[in-house]
């Protein structure tokens, strides 16, 4: 026993094509299937992110430029090692997204800086999880880093040509101990305050541009309120923003050259050439 | 070698024309695009310049200026010291940071027979701030020392390094006493000697012989 179907509204009905219509082009008369049928309301619906998409691409040019990046020939014995780059700016990208969401609660002050910080873990809503991730993504990411440098050096793949990207490599990971350097003294406690007094004495340790180096980390002679607001403008704005930038360049020599092969795989001859050597 | 080298000065001619340039005209020596290039250049420059310019000495600003104020602070009644043994007592020592901007420092009496250098300070008002890179000492007063936390720093009785790290005695502070009140002022630091170097260096620089010379003091202090 067949159920009758239950009443439709017109918009939704399917219509029935028009005479004459053969799906070619639609003219003015909304899109239509190949049949010539008038499209359905699902269907519509699926063509709206393709058309999307299609209007982005036509005026952008992206897909033969993403074809390109994404979609890269990569050398035989490529491995999982060869993912530490990415992960290491996934990280970068966490450490982005957790510090712009603790910035809207954490006040650069003297004062407030050690209470706000404990309000975040303490009272409010997933501000420990956040706080958490932010402080324990930042060792992620340097171990990360140093892997990644490890692979890069043990796979031999800082040579020709790719001695610039292994440079801007070298000054991504001094950015990254940066990060960790003024990061550690915004939470503004015992730890974090004398750890960073010790770290910017160091600092002062260096001979002729040592003792300006550290009034340049201080804001002044002295360790005070301009040294924290210092720290956490160089930690949120300053350095974010030049690591962001030498990731895009490191990328796009990444692209640009390519990956190499594993050190342990030998490079195939062409037979002819191996006759040749005899 | 091609003839050119031989005769340099002839090798170009520095009119357009002669050098083939299309659209050259008589007598003309840089072209309409090349003038255009510098000159769009140059503004762009100087259109960056004016904002970079002021705000790269804005940052970089408290490197050279002295943020310390000049002024004495009251510690307490002149009877509350001795040349026998250290008093601590806070003082502000950076402005408008609340609590952080606090520090502990030790004051004894000058001892004429024990303090030839620095005779002229009524006072001796010790930093609590190691000279080796910054921890706070504290005075323990059986052994009659100063000891860091951080590094095993020690100093003397008279905050000369006696072992550790740190590279130079501890740092002082101007006194005066006015009306029985003891006032604490500007800092100074000493070299082993405990010669007194008006410009107070950071610590972990060295003071002795040529090393002063590799740690130059702040510009304006």
Same mark, same amino acid.
């Given at each position: 026993?067949?159920?009758?179907?239950?009443?439709?509204?017109?918009?939704?009905?399917?219509?029935?094509?028009?005479?004459?219509?053969?799906?070619?082009?639609?003219?003015?008369?909304?899109?239509?299937?190949?049949?010539?049928?008038?499209?359905?309301?699902?269907?519509?619906? $699926?063509? =709206?992110?393709?058309? !999307?998409?299609?209007? *982005?691409?036509?005026? %952008? #040019?992206?897909?033969?430029?993403?074809?390109?990046?994404?979609?890269?020939?990569?050398?035989?014995?490529?491995?999982?090692?060869?993912?530490?780059?990415?992960?290491?700016?996934?990280?970068?990208?966490?450490?982005?997204?957790?510090?712009?969401?603790?910035?809207?609660?954490?006040?650069?002050?003297?004062?407030?800086?050690?209470?706000?910080?404990?309000?975040?873990?303490?009272?409010?809503?997933?501000?420990?999880?956040?706080?958490?991730?932010?402080?324990?993504?930042?060792?992620?990411?340097?171990?990360?880093?140093?892997?990644?440098?490890?692979?890069?050096?043990?796979?031999?793949?800082?040579?020709?040509?790719?001695?610039?990207?292994?440079? $801007?490599? =070298?000054?991504?990971? !001094?950015?990254?101990? *940066?990060?960790?350097? %003024? #990061?550690?003294?915004?939470?503004?406690?015992?730890?974090?305050?004398?750890?960073?007094?010790?770290?910017?004495?160091?600092?002062?340790?260096?001979?002729?541009?040592?003792?300006?180096?550290?009034?340049?980390?201080?804001?002044?002679?002295?360790?005070?309120?301009?040294?924290?607001?210092?720290?956490?403008?160089?930690?949120?704005?300053?350095?974010?923003?030049?690591?962001?930038?030498?990731?895009?360049?490191?990328?796009?020599?990444?692209?640009?050259?390519?990956?190499?092969?594993?050190?342990?795989?030998?490079?195939?001859?062409?037979?002819?050439?191996?006759?040749?050597?005899? | 070698?091609?003839?050119?080298?031989?005769?340099?000065?002839?090798?170009?001619?520095?009119?357009?024309?002669?050098?083939?340039?299309?659209?050259?005209?008589?007598?003309?020596?840089?072209?309409?695009?090349?003038?255009?290039?510098?000159?769009?250049?140059?503004?762009?420059?100087?259109?960056?310049?004016?904002?970079?310019?002021?705000?790269?000495?804005?940052?970089?600003?408290?490197?050279?200026?002295?943020?310390?104020?000049?002024?004495?602070?009251?510690?307490?009644?002149?009877?509350?010291?001795?040349?026998?043994?250290?008093?601590?007592?806070?003082?502000?020592?950076?402005?408008?940071?609340?609590?952080?901007?606090?520090?502990?420092?030790?004051?004894?009496?000058?001892?004429?027979?024990?303090?030839?250098?620095?005779?002229?300070?009524?006072?001796?008002?010790?930093?609590?701030?190691?000279?080796?890179?910054?921890?706070?000492?504290?005075?323990?007063?059986?052994?009659?020392?100063?000891?860091?936390?951080?590094?095993?720093?020690?100093?003397?009785?008279?905050?000369?390094?006696?072992?550790?790290?740190?590279?130079?005695?501890?740092?002082?502070?101007?006194?005066?006493?006015?009306?029985?009140?003891?006032?604490?002022?500007?800092?100074?630091?000493?070299?082993?000697?405990?010669?007194?170097?008006?410009?107070?260096?950071?610590?972990?620089?060295?003071?002795?012989?040529?090393?002063?010379?590799?740690?130059?003091?702040?510009?304006?202090?």
């Amino acid at each position: 026993m067949k159920l009758p179907q239950p009443p439709l509204p017109r918009s939704l009905q399917r219509r029935p094509a028009r005479p004459g219509a053969d799906g070619a082009g639609p003219n003015g008369q909304g899109p239509h299937d190949q049949k010539g049928a008038a499209l359905t309301p699902k269907e519509r619906a $699926i063509e =709206v992110p393709v058309s !999307v998409v299609g209007w *982005l691409d036509e005026r %952008t #040019g992206a897909s033969p430029f993403l074809r390109g990046f994404l979609y890269r020939k990569v050398p035989k014995g490529t491995n999982w090692f060869y993912t530490l780059g990415s992960a290491s700016m996934f990280a970068f990208l966490s450490q982005a997204v957790t510090g712009v969401f603790l910035a809207m609660y954490y006040e650069p002050d003297t004062s407030r800086a050690y209470e706000s910080a404990s309000r975040i873990t303490n009272e409010l809503f997933l501000g420990e999880l956040v706080r958490g991730m932010h402080r324990w993504g930042s060792t992620v990411m340097l171990v990360l880093v140093f892997l990644h440098l490890g692979r890069t050096f043990f796979f031999g793949a800082y040579k020709y040509p790719r001695e610039l990207n292994w440079i $801007i490599g =070298v000054i991504l990971l !001094v950015l990254t101990l *940066l990060m960790g350097f %003024t #990061g550690y003294l915004l939470p503004f406690d015992q730890r974090s305050f004398w750890a960073t007094v010790v770290g910017v004495n160091l600092n002062s340790s260096g001979p002729i541009i040592g003792p300006y180096l550290a009034d340049f980390l201080r804001g002044g002679p002295e360790f005070g309120s301009y040294t924290l607001s210092r720290f956490y403008a160089m930690h949120m704005l300053l350095i974010p923003g030049l690591i962001a930038a030498l990731i895009g360049a490191h990328l796009y020599l990444v692209a640009k050259l390519g990956t190499t092969a594993p050190p342990w795989l030998k490079a195939e001859k062409p037979k002819a050439l191996a006759k040749e050597e005899i | 070698m091609a003839e050119p080298k031989k005769n340099p000065k002839h090798r170009k001619s520095r009119y357009t024309a002669d050098r083939g340039i299309a659209g050259a005209w008589e007598g003309e020596t840089v072209t309409r695009r090349r003038v255009f290039e510098i000159g769009a250049q140059g503004v762009g420059g100087i259109a960056v310049a004016a904002f970079a310019l002021p705000a790269l000495g804005f940052a970089l600003g408290p490197m050279f200026e002295d943020q310390l104020p000049d002024h004495f602070q009251d510690v307490g009644p002149e009877k509350d010291f001795n040349d026998e043994t250290y008093v601590a007592k806070v003082i502000e020592i950076a402005p408008g940071a609340g609590e952080a901007g606090k520090t502990t420092i030790y004051v004894r009496k000058t001892d004429p027979s024990r303090d030839q250098q620095n005779a002229d300070q009524p006072y001796v008002a010790i930093s609590t701030r190691c000279a080796h890179l910054g921890c706070p000492v504290r005075y323990v007063q059986a052994s009659r020392r100063f000891i860091c936390p951080c590094h095993g720093g020690v100093y003397g009785f008279q905050g000369e390094v006696t072992g550790g790290p740190p590279v130079r005695p501890l740092d002082r502070f101007y006194t005066k006493a006015e009306g029985g009140r003891v006032l604490v002022g500007p800092r100074f630091s000493l070299n082993s000697k405990l010669e007194r170097f008006p410009h107070p260096r950071d610590p972990s620089n060295h003071l002795d012989g040529l090393w002063q010379y590799l740690y130059p003091a702040r510009p304006s202090t």
